[in-house]
């Protein structure tokens, strides 16, 4: 971080840089991130800003590199776990950019354009309602197709990787860079995104098939979530990756975790791979919580749990 910029009585700094620089859209000052991740945990981001279009974001990202200042990109904040200082710095989210269009329509299959601000459900609920599949088993993933792409989101043997052909992201100093799925390097929970670089769109491949079949799929899918997960609590969805060998959630229910709690977070009872936020949880209890979990795993199986949730901020 840019040493002018520490602190957040640099309101009237940030508010200079974002006016010099022709910037449309929301910009919100000592936001708090509670409100925008689906732990409803997080202090405050210093700036906030959403861009409308990605000229916006351009202009942005450039007058902030130019004060070598760097930004974190957000999307539906539902894999993410703000610390309770909140975050140094500026977070960009596309949530205005959301376009979801055909741009190929060949005999089997179709190829869509997709803007990463767009919730993942949109584009999910388009590929139905056009009997388009390759995404079913994505049905019920909250957040944004960026971060689905960021984190390579899947379920049921179904991933983001098996339907890119390519995204675009932008870096930091305003340059577009297209990259085909091989250079995305999309692996379990995993992508290569250039540091210093936001995704902006993507080009998906889907195949044509039967609506009604499509659907079906999509509601098993969900039915298994629904009985399988804690979808009513507060939650960044699995906490820890699951190993070529076993589930995640198989080591922490058989090392005994579930109910474990550390103030208002708590092993998930439905579970044992979901931490939920009871109400209050702060992000120290939640890290707590995530550590005693990772220690009592190892102290079982002689297991180090990975975390799959990403933790950011200052602590
Ligand atoms: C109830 C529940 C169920 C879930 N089930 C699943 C599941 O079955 N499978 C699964 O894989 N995940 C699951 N998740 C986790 C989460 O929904 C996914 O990881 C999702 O894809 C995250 O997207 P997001 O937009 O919320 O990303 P965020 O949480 O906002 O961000 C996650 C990361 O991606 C980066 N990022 C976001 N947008 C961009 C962008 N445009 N450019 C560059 N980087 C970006 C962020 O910087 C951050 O590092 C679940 C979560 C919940 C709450």
Same mark, same amino acid.
């Given at each position: 971080m840019n040493k002018e910029i520490k602190h957040v009585a640099d309101e009237h700094l940030w508010q200079e840089i974002i006016s010099q620089c022709s910037f449309s859209g929301e910009v919100m000052f000592r936001e708090v991130m509670k409100m925008h991740t689906s732990l409803k945990i997080g202090g405050p981001a210093d700036v906030f800003v959403f861009p409308q279009e990605v000229i916006s974001l351009k202009n942005i990202l450039t007058a902030l590199k130019r004060r070598d200042i760097s930004f974190m990109p957000v999307g539906g904040g539902t894999n993410l776990l703000v610390r309770d200082g909140g975050i140094e710095g500026i977070v960009v989210s596309l949530r205005d950019c959301r376009r979801i269009e055909v741009v190929d329509d060949a005999k089997d299959m179709v190829s869509l354009f997709v803007e990463s601000g767009a919730p993942l459900q949109k584009l999910v609920s388009f590929a139905k309602e056009n009997g388009?599949? &390759?995404?079913? &088993?994505? #049905?019920?993933?909250? &957040?944004?197709v960026g971060g689905a792409i960021a984190g390579n989101a899947g379920a049921f043997g179904y991933s983001m990787k098996n339907v890119i052909v390519s995204a675009v992201v932008m870096h930091a100093d305003g340059r577009l860079i297209k990259l085909d799925a091989e250079e995305l390097g999309l692996e379990y929970r995993k992508a290569n995104i250039p540091a210093d670089s936001i995704i902006l769109s993507a080009n998906i491949r889907l195949r044509k098939d039967i609506k009604e079949d499509i659907a079906k799929r999509m509601e098993g899918f969900l039915k298994e979530k629904r009985e399988r997960q804690p979808l009513s609590e507060l939650s960044a969805g699995c906490v820890f990756k699951n190993s070529a060998e076993t589930s995640a959630g198989k080591l922490i229910d058989e090392a005994g975790c579930k109910g474990m709690r550390v103030g208002d977070a708590e092993v998930s009872a439905?579970? #044992?791979n979901f931490l939920i936020n009871k &109400?209050? #949880?702060s992000a120290a209890d939640f890290i707590k919580l995530m550590d005693a979990v990772k220690a009592k795993v190892l102290a079982t199986f002689g297991v180090e749990l990975e975390t799959e949730i990403k933790v950011v901020g200052r602590g």
């Open positions: 388009f599949s &390759g995404i079913e &088993g994505l #049905a019920g993933i909250p &957040g944004s439905v579970h #044992a &109400g209050n #949880a």
